[in-house]
Protein backbone atom coordinates (compact mmCIF):
# COMPACT_ATOMS: atom_id res chain seq x y z
CA UNK A 1 0.00 0.00 0.00
CA UNK A 2 0.85 3.42 -0.76
CA UNK A 3 0.50 6.89 1.28
CA UNK A 4 -2.38 7.87 -0.93
CA UNK A 5 -4.58 4.52 0.36
CA UNK A 6 -4.27 6.73 3.57
CA UNK A 7 -4.95 10.34 1.77
CA UNK A 8 -1.48 11.44 2.79
CA UNK A 9 0.28 14.07 0.98
CA UNK A 10 2.75 12.69 -1.59
CA UNK A 11 5.11 15.44 -1.65
CA UNK A 12 7.20 15.22 1.49
CA UNK A 13 5.89 18.03 4.02
CA UNK A 14 5.06 18.40 7.83
CA UNK A 15 1.81 16.18 8.29
CA UNK A 16 -1.36 18.20 9.35
CA UNK A 17 -3.20 17.12 12.98
CA UNK A 18 -5.66 15.99 10.51
CA UNK A 19 -3.32 14.17 8.82
CA UNK A 20 -1.78 12.60 12.00
CA UNK A 21 -5.24 11.93 13.50
CA UNK A 22 -5.77 9.42 10.04
CA UNK A 23 -2.55 7.46 10.58
CA UNK A 24 -3.80 6.42 14.18
CA UNK A 25 -7.46 5.71 13.12
CA UNK A 26 -5.94 3.34 10.38
CA UNK A 27 -3.04 1.37 12.05
CA UNK A 28 -3.41 -1.60 13.70
CA UNK A 29 0.07 -3.10 13.90
CA UNK A 30 3.50 -1.04 14.20
CA UNK A 31 6.89 -2.95 14.19
CA UNK A 32 9.41 -0.97 16.13
CA UNK A 33 12.71 -1.29 15.12
CA UNK A 34 15.20 -0.72 17.65
CA UNK A 35 12.63 -1.71 20.27
CA UNK A 36 14.08 -2.37 23.77
CA UNK A 37 13.16 -4.56 26.99
CA UNK A 38 14.44 -1.86 29.53
CA UNK A 39 11.70 -0.16 31.26
CA UNK A 40 13.45 3.71 31.65
CA UNK A 41 14.57 3.65 27.51
CA UNK A 42 11.97 5.77 24.96
CA UNK A 43 12.63 2.66 23.09
CA UNK A 44 10.36 0.55 25.63
CA UNK A 45 8.27 3.20 26.95
CA UNK A 46 6.81 4.60 23.56
CA UNK A 47 5.65 1.39 22.30
CA UNK A 48 4.85 0.19 25.54
CA UNK A 49 2.00 3.05 25.79
CA UNK A 50 1.21 2.17 22.26
CA UNK A 51 0.63 -1.31 22.77
CA UNK A 52 -1.71 -0.12 25.89
CA UNK A 53 -3.64 1.96 23.42
CA UNK A 54 -4.79 -0.91 21.38
CA UNK A 55 -1.91 -1.25 18.64
CA UNK A 56 -0.56 -4.11 18.01
CA UNK A 57 3.66 -3.84 18.70
CA UNK A 58 6.28 -5.87 16.58
CA UNK A 59 9.62 -5.46 18.15
CA UNK A 60 12.59 -5.71 16.15
CA UNK A 61 15.95 -5.93 18.06
CA UNK A 62 18.64 -8.18 16.81
CA UNK A 63 19.37 -9.87 20.09
CA UNK A 64 16.01 -11.10 20.04
CA UNK A 65 13.85 -12.71 22.69
CA UNK A 66 10.60 -10.71 24.16
CA UNK A 67 10.32 -7.85 24.34
CA UNK A 68 6.50 -6.36 25.71
CA UNK A 69 5.28 -10.20 26.06
CA UNK A 70 5.89 -10.19 21.88
CA UNK A 71 9.01 -11.94 20.15
CA UNK A 72 11.21 -9.80 19.13
CA UNK A 73 12.51 -10.12 15.44
CA UNK A 74 15.92 -9.56 14.27
CA UNK A 75 15.46 -7.34 11.66
CA UNK A 76 12.35 -6.21 9.50
CA UNK A 77 12.89 -8.80 6.65
CA UNK A 78 11.66 -11.69 9.35
CA UNK A 79 8.53 -10.25 9.98
CA UNK A 80 5.69 -12.00 8.44
CA UNK A 81 2.85 -10.42 9.55
CA UNK A 82 1.15 -6.86 7.93
CA UNK A 83 2.58 -3.78 8.95
CA UNK A 84 1.12 -0.65 8.40
CA UNK A 85 3.79 1.42 10.51
CA UNK A 86 7.58 1.05 11.24
CA UNK A 87 8.89 3.16 14.18
CA UNK A 88 12.27 3.89 14.46
CA UNK A 89 14.80 4.19 17.26
CA UNK A 90 18.47 3.76 15.32
CA UNK A 91 21.10 6.11 14.62
CA UNK A 92 19.97 8.00 11.73
CA UNK A 93 22.72 6.75 9.71
CA UNK A 94 20.57 3.37 9.73
CA UNK A 95 17.36 4.94 8.53
CA UNK A 96 17.94 4.58 4.82
CA UNK A 97 18.27 0.78 4.84
CA UNK A 98 15.39 0.68 7.27
CA UNK A 99 13.32 2.44 4.79
CA UNK A 100 14.46 -0.25 2.29
CA UNK A 101 13.51 -3.09 4.74
CA UNK A 102 9.84 -1.51 5.39
CA UNK A 103 9.11 -0.96 1.68
CA UNK A 104 10.05 -4.78 1.45
CA UNK A 105 7.55 -5.65 3.69
CA UNK A 106 4.90 -3.34 2.61
CA UNK A 107 4.84 -0.85 5.68
CA UNK A 108 3.15 2.02 4.64
CA UNK A 109 4.63 4.75 6.90
CA UNK A 110 7.75 4.91 8.69
CA UNK A 111 7.67 7.41 11.51
CA UNK A 112 11.46 8.57 13.13
CA UNK A 113 11.47 9.29 16.37
CA UNK A 114 12.89 12.66 16.92
CA UNK A 115 17.39 12.23 16.50
CA UNK A 116 16.38 9.52 14.49
CA UNK A 117 15.60 10.81 11.14
CA UNK A 118 18.06 11.91 8.16
CA UNK A 119 17.34 13.52 4.62
CA UNK A 120 18.93 10.18 3.09
CA UNK A 121 15.92 7.90 4.73
CA UNK A 122 13.24 10.43 4.04
CA UNK A 123 14.06 10.81 0.18
CA UNK A 124 14.21 7.00 0.29
CA UNK A 125 10.58 6.46 1.79
CA UNK A 126 9.03 9.07 -0.83
CA UNK A 127 11.04 7.32 -3.36
CA UNK A 128 9.07 4.24 -2.35
CA UNK A 129 5.60 5.88 -2.38
CA UNK A 130 5.85 5.46 1.85
CA UNK A 131 4.79 8.27 3.68
CA UNK A 132 7.31 9.60 6.34
CA UNK A 133 7.19 11.13 10.17
CA UNK A 134 10.02 12.81 11.19
CA UNK A 135 10.91 14.96 14.50
CA UNK A 136 7.94 13.98 16.51
CA UNK A 137 7.45 11.29 19.38
CA UNK A 138 4.28 8.41 17.98
CA UNK A 139 3.50 8.04 21.57
CA UNK A 140 3.93 12.08 22.60
CA UNK A 141 2.15 13.01 19.18
CA UNK A 142 -1.00 10.41 20.22
CA UNK A 143 -1.37 12.45 23.38
CA UNK A 144 -1.22 15.57 22.13
CA UNK A 145 -3.67 14.93 19.53
CA UNK A 146 -6.14 14.01 22.41
CA UNK A 147 -6.17 10.23 21.28
CA UNK A 148 -5.04 8.96 24.83
CA UNK A 149 -3.26 9.97 27.82
CA UNK A 150 0.67 10.05 26.34
CA UNK A 151 3.25 7.84 27.64
CA UNK A 152 4.29 8.26 31.08
CA UNK A 153 7.72 7.93 31.63
CA UNK A 154 8.11 9.74 35.01
CA UNK A 155 9.73 6.28 36.43
CA UNK A 156 12.85 7.15 33.50
Known amino acids: M ?9 APRRLSRDDLRRVYESTRTIAVVGASARDGRPAHYVPAYLQSQGFRIVPVN ?5 ILGETAHASLDDVTEPV ?9 E ?4 IVRAAARIGARLVW ?12 AAT ?10 CMGVTH ?3 GLGPGPD ?3 A
Open 127 to 136: DAGIAVVTRL
Open 62 to 66: PRGGE
Open 94 to 97: EGPE
Open 84 to 92: DVVDVFRRP
Open 153 to 155: HSE
Open 2 to 10: TMDSWHLPS
Open 143 to 145: GTL
Open 112 to 123: FQPGTESAEATA
